[in-house]
């Protein structure tokens, strides 16, 4: 039997006092109350290199520990280490550090310590503890770490054999489930006629032999009379072939049921005919928005998202056999009266590009009813979301004239109003985080209070944990997103186990393995984002303004900085300016690496110039920051900073433009969820390189489809930039490869067809799991609206104030 870490340590501590106690004193003396894993893991190497090469410390369950270690907390009497064994299962140890006894701690015991040390909590203080992991205990998940992301597959699986332990239960419940479904007062898929399985078998029978007689292409309303006497309705296919493949599969279930056969069959039926998708935040438009404060990838990301669903949702109804069905999408968004020179005043505006889609605005009221004029910062939304949900789904429900099939919400305050909605009107919910704040902003949960008036943490992450919780499935854009690495958290796991001192701690807030969570990747709009080689599609007309724009000779409010040396390529970059998209930390490592500088000028697409501009408090910091940073390092005659809002067709044919000339685009956030601009630059043929927190380290196979860079290494990533200039001078067909291998990449693993496609299956799955079984998990609503009503609803009306 293998002995546990644990025993190994206590072993090892009890035979090696002398090396165990040289790390403790190097640990503790950092001089810091809670250590990070680079510093843990940092010191530990350097005690193991001072060992004079005699061994001491290596291959030894210290070392075995130190490399699972996340993060400590130390005081004056007892060192406790948070020990991540694996993706999501922990450890928390505690060794006191006179007597350097070790023993293990519960998950609540080892938050309570972090709150003493935080915000001097006394020992032993009350403090509410929540705590899910109770009302999932009959509910089936996953055990592997490699499943994570790929839970449809997985609930398939599990509970179609549950499902037909008795072929004739689960058969039934099928049964009910076809004749459930009706579109504009019409009856789909089965009529009350076929009351009971004989009769379905019998009616599958007569009709595969009326339509093995008729040529495969025959349309529905050629043999629909025949169909229609048998008790089958509309919904089946358009024509014999689907007709009878989509029966062929509901004939193999009910003979022998399988999971890939369940989810085949799943995805043709006609369910999903009106999608609400929620974005309460920021400047939701379709033009002069983009770096505006709060507005970038998540609008890109859905206005594509739409578009994408739309052509499914019809492909779909086509295939069915219901052409007069007009599929429905609906973006629900707050309306902002004094829009600036935006359409975000229009109550209802159409999306370009897609036949029906559109954007529903809802204004956003106060307590006394009144409607909130101006933008506000995403941080400050959550008391006006509770009025705002109940005001949107009326709105929705007079648009569509009924219901939605499915309500999808993205970021923290959209997926708390989807939550709210979905559960009022008894629909499927799909949760899109976007990006959790909590991984972003270190120490976000410990020192809430601190961070209160700018952030208002204590909202958000009680709102996260709520919509976490509610979601029938949650869509997260990489592996990573959920899970992490082998050495970091991922952004859900993040939320299994933290503490809000003074608030609650929360001991089971989240579980990865919980088979809600599915891996979908977006794509680039690939009527905007294409290759620079394809010459017949380029917007050749925008060459002389983007040429005004990146080598002009105009300084002012909206630009900065004239290059000197047109002649050389350019390192590009565009993102909104905060703190997380680290462009002022690019311009610091590129203005402290000559090679850099000689190899590529800098190109900055970036917030505003002017900080009289802004209206958002972190992007005025960020323009104080960038004008220090050129005038420090002497940048006015090698960074061209722009600060202008860029439609997407210039943006689309900027990428090209950059890379006409041999440049690369550079993505230097200090953690970036997913990444569209890097999904765009390589849809472009733009050599890329990316963060290597976050998605771009999924997106980018490293040296083949692109770079990643480490942005807590400035100098290394500018080092590393610097070379792929000098190479591909020294050798030209190496910028081509690269280029070649990004669009390859997106081509092979993100596009919007295949994400819409994925997405809208997801969507029956769940639906009609949630309906045959207890995936409604009842208990789990109740406690989660105890919690909205004591915790987020206090500190929302706090906001007011």
């Known amino acids: 039997m293998r002995v546990s870490l644990t025993e190994r340590l206590r072993v090892y501590f009890q035979d090696h006092r002398t090396e165990a106690h040289r790390v403790l004193h190097g640990l503790t003396g950092l001089g810091r109350q809670f250590l990070l894993r680079s510093e843990i893991v940092d010191a530990f190497a350097d005690m193991a290199g001072a060992s004079d090469g005699d061994g001491q410390l290596a291959a030894t369950p210290l070392s075995e520990a130190i490399g699972y270690c996340q993060e400590g907390a130390v005081n004056h009497a007892w060192l406790y280490l948070a020990l991540r064994l694996s993706v999501a299962r922990w450890l928390y140890l505690r060794v006191h550090l006179e007597t350097m006894d070790l023993e293990p701690v519960a998950t609540a015991a080892y938050l309570h310590f972090k709150e003493r040390l935080a915000a001097g909590v006394e020992e032993g203080a009350w403090t509410l503890e929540f705590d899910v992991a109770p009302f999932s205990r009959g509910l089936p998940k996953l055990l592997e770490a490699d499943s994570i992301g790929h839970g449809v597959r997985f609930l398939n699986r599990r509970l179609s054999s549950r499902m037909f332990e008795t072929l004739e239960g689960g058969a039934l419940?099928?049964?009910?489930?076809?004749?459930?479904?009706?579109?504009?007062?019409?009856?789909?898929?089965?009529?009350?006629?076929?009351?009971?399985?004989?009769?379905?078998?019998?009616?599958?029978?007569?009709?595969?032999?009326?339509?093995?007689?008729?040529?495969?292409?025959?349309?529905?309303?050629?043999f629909a009379a025949a169909l229609l006497g048998l008790g089958f309705q509309p919904g089946w296919g358009s024509d014999a072939r689907r007709t009878r493949e989509t029966m062929g599969l509901l004939r193999d279930l009910l003979e022998a049921p399988s999971p890939h056969i369940m989810e085949s069959f799943l995805a043709r039926i006609p369910m999903i005919f009106s999608v609400a998708i929620l974005s309460p935040h920021g400047w939701f438009g379709q033009s002069n928005v983009l770096g505006r404060p709060d507005t970038g990838g998540q609008v890109v990301y859905i206005l594509d998202q739409v578009r994408a669903l739309e052509a499914d949702m019809r492909r779909r109804l086509d295939e069915q056999g219901l052409h007069g069905i007009e599929p429905q999408v609906v973006v629900i968004s707050r309306l902002i009266p004094e829009a600036d020179g935006t359409t975000c005043d229009q109550h209802l505006e159409a999306i370009a590009g897609s036949n029906n889609a559109r954007i529903l605005r809802v204004p956003f009221r106060n307590a006394a009813g009144d409607v909130l004029p101006h933008w506000i910062s995403r941080f400050e939304v959550w008391p006006y979301l509770e009025r705002f949900a109940a005001d949107a789904e009326r709105e929705l429900?007079?648009?569509?004239?009924?219901?939605?099939?499915?309500?999808?919400?993205?970021?923290?305050?959209g997926n708390l109003v989807a939550s709210l909605m979905a559960h009022s009107l008894g629909v499927t919910q799909c949760n899109i985080a976007h990006a959790l704040e909590k991984t972003k902003y270190l120490y976000s949960d410990l020192y809430w209070r601190d961070m209160d008036a700018q952030y208002h943490f204590g909202c958000q992450f009680t709102a996260d944990l709520i919509a976490m919780n509610s979601a029938d499935f949650i869509i997260a854009s990489t592996y990573q997103e959920i899970a992490g690495t082998a050495d970091s958290l991922g952004q859900y796991e993040s939320y299994s186990a933290?503490?809000?001192?003074?608030?609650?701690?929360?001991?089971?807030?989240?579980?990865?393995?919980?088979?809600?969570?599915?891996?979908?990747?977006?794509?680039?709009?690939?009527?905007?984002?294409?290759?620079?080689?394809?010459?017949?599609?380029?917007?050749?007309?925008?060459?002389?303004?983007?040429?005004?724009?990146?080598?002009?000779n105009q300084t002012g409010p909206e630009a900065r900085g004239v290059l000197a040396d047109p002649d050389k390529p350019l390192l590009f970059t565009m993102a909104r300016l905060d703190r997380i998209k680290n462009i002022a930390g690019l311009v610091d490592w590129y203005g402290n690496h000559a090679e850099l500088r000689q190899a590529a000028n800098l190109l900055v697409v970036s917030g505003h110039v002017d900080p009289g501009l802004s209206g958002d408090n972190e992007e005025r910091e960020q323009i104080h920051l960038m004008h220090e940073l050129m005038d420090r390092h002497g940048l006015d005659g090698e960074v061209r900073w722009l600060g202008l809002h860029l439609d997407k067709a210039t943006a689309g044919e900027l990428y090209r433009y950059v890379a006409d000339r041999r440049g690369a685009f550079v993505q230097p956030a200090l953690f970036e969820a997913f990444g569209l601009t890097v999904i765009e630059a390589m849809a472009s043929g733009l050599p890329t390189f990316a963060t290597c927190f976050g998605g771009p380290q999924e997106i980018i196979v490293d040296g083949l489809s692109g770079f990643h860079v480490d942005p807590n290494h400035g100098a290394a990533a500018a080092a590393r930039m610097a070379g792929f200039f000098q190479r591909c001078q020294a050798a030209p067909d190496y910028w081509q490869t690269l280029s070649a291998g990004g669009l390859a990449r997106v081509e092979d693993r993100y596009t919007w067809r295949l994400y819409a496609e994925r997405m809208l299956t997801l969507a029956r799955v769940y639906g009609f799991w949630k309906y045959v079984s207890d995936l409604e998990r009842t208990e789990t609503r109740r406690y989660l609206e105890m919690f909205y009503g004591l915790q987020f609803r206090p500190l929302a009306a706090a906001l007011q104030r």
């Open 173 to 222: 419940r099928l049964l009910d489930f076809l004749r459930l479904h009706r579109c504009q007062d019409q009856q789909l898929m089965l009529s009350a006629d076929v009351g009971d399985l004989d009769s379905l078998r019998s009616a599958l029978r007569q009709a595969d032999s009326v339509l093995t007689r008729l040529d495969p292409a025959t349309p529905w309303d050629r």
């Open 498 to 552: 933290f503490t809000l001192p003074g608030l609650y701690r929360v001991v089971n807030g989240t579980d990865i393995y919980d088979p809600k969570f599915n891996i979908v990747s977006p794509g680039a709009d690939p009527e905007v984002y294409f290759s620079y080689a394809q010459s017949e599609r380029r917007l050749r007309h925008l060459h002389p303004a983007i040429e005004q724009q990146v080598y002009g």
């Open 397 to 413: 429900l007079a648009e569509l004239h009924g219901r939605p099939d499915l309500i999808i919400g993205n970021y923290s305050d």
